[in-house]
């Protein structure tokens, strides 16, 4: 089944200590993209990557990292979450390298920092 | 101010009603997508657009990119459309970022 996934759906963590969500699609697609939704604010880019080895900021980038050593895994990085980065994340992909088609939408990842 | 704006905000309706959603946007684009966010938050590309209308079911969306406006239809709405719809705007240049309308949150009733 063609899908995005994000691991883990939900994390509570405390200021500070380092997380990862991960962020997979099985296909093939060279675009994907980390989203930030938040009440009033709604939908935020945080990074995209137009193909491997190839990222670049949204808008919204600080506190976040990110790296595509492969073509269908796009990790986020959160090297010393804050209480400002409780948010819902989405990741997402489209088969080019630009958001042009489709976008296909991970479950999303429900963050609380504390 | 969002380059992307959407009316209404929110809006209730009975089933069977015909609803619009309108997205309109400041700026020139090569695309505009239109998306469903479920009550359980997940969210599923509808319609992407670049000119004209396309129609999938009881949902409609055009676009005039000159007025710099689109519009989705539902057409015989029903409580499974309960949703939040959310206009992206993909400006023409950039190409690589997706600009998001605040979303519409769209109650039908039985």
């Known amino acids: 089944e063609a899908q995005v996934t994000q691991n883990p759906r939900y994390l509570i963590t405390v200021t500070g200590k380092k997380l990862t969500v991960t962020c997979s699609q099985n296909?093939?697609?060279?675009?994907m993209s980390w989203y930030r939704q938040d009440p009033g604010l709604g939908l935020r880019q945080i990074y995209y990557s137009m193909n491997v080895e190839v990222t670049d900021k949204g808008d919204v980038p600080e506190g976040y990292k990110v790296s595509r050593k492969e073509k269908r895994n796009f990790p986020l990085i959160l090297e010393s979450p804050s209480p400002n980065q409780t948010s819902l994340y989405f990741c997402a992909s489209s088969p080019t390298g630009v958001p042009y088609n489709e976008q296909f939408f991970g479950p999303g990842t429900r963050l609380t920092v504390l | 101010k969002n380059e992307v704006e959407q009316s209404p905000q929110n809006l209730t309706a009975q089933e069977g009603e015909f609803i619009t959603i309108n997205c309109s946007y400041s700026?020139?684009?090569?695309?505009l997508h239109w998306l469903q966010q479920h009550p359980g938050g997940g969210i599923v590309s509808l319609f992407m657009l670049s000119s004209g209308k396309k129609k999938h079911g009881r949902l409609i969306a055009t676009i005039n990119i000159q007025e710099k406006h689109s519009s989705l239809h539902i057409t015989a709405s029903h409580p499974r459309d309960s949703a939040v719809y959310i206009c992206a705007a993909l400006p023409s240049g950039s190409a690589r970022q997706l600009t998001f309308g605040s979303g519409t949150q769209l109650t039908v009733l039985p």
């Open positions: 296909m093939n697609h060279e675009y």
């Open positions: 700026v020139g684009i090569s695309a």
